[in-house]
């Protein structure tokens, strides 16, 4: 049977996720003893691992004609995807904003829709309905509150953040659906 399992994490084969392991009767927890098959990724590989072919992906890089168009064209992508009423063509792929965006990521792909993410609620909230490096250098891009390994390298370098301007504007009805006649009348 094939199945396609598409699944992300941080040092997948040194985790243990994909080794066979043993429980330990005396501590109650799973041992992954060494295996004796042949070595992927300077590790072993059990039958489990074997299953599995491993993509390793890195943060984009911006040295290079082909690096730039890679990340541009990820750019391009995320653009494609965003609804806000004023962005206009090119919002995140012309001009300085690709150099600006992988300034502020360090081409972390996370660490870019995070950015994004908080600047579409904030073009929302402040009615400005598009994204500029202006908007976005009032954001503090930050890891808080989300529970990461800086030891197994789940938390990428965060460039600083610019000091943080307040809100100003109108807010928007960011509700799209029509939730139908109100609960008293169906009631």
């Not at 060494?34 to 993509?55: C, I, K, M, N």
């Not at 890891?143 to 030891?151: C, I, K, N, V």
């Not at 965060?158 to 504007?169: C, L, N």
Request: charged share 25%; glycine share 8%.
């Amino acid at each position: 049977m094939n199945v396609t399992l598409v699944l992300i994490g941080v040092d997948i084969p040194a985790s243990g996720l994909l080794r066979e392991g043993r429980l330990d009767v005396a501590s109650g927890q799973s041992v992954l003893p060494p295996s004796w098959h042949a070595t992927a990724h300077g590790l072993e590989a059990t039958q489990t691992e074997r299953r599995f072919d491993l993509v390793e992906l890195d943060r984009f890089r911006y040295d290079t004609d082909e690096q730039m168009t890679a990340w541009t064209t990820h750019l391009t992508g995320v653009e494609q995807a965003l609804r806000l009423m004023n962005a206009p063509t090119g919002m995140l792929t012309s001009g300085r904003m690709p150099e600006y965006l992988f300034t502020r990521t360090n081409g972390v792909v996370g660490l870019l829709e995070r950015l994004i993410e908080d600047g579409c609620t904030e073009a929302i909230t402040s009615g400005a309905e598009r994204l500029t490096a202006t908007l976005l250098d009032d954001l503090p891009l930050t890891l808080a509150g989300a529970s990461r390994d800086a030891e197994a390298g789940e938390i990428p370098a965060v460039p600083a953040a610019p000091a943080r301007r307040p809100r100003a504007g109108r807010r928007r009805n960011t509700a799209f659906d029509d939730h139908g006649p109100a609960a008293s009348d169906t009631a």
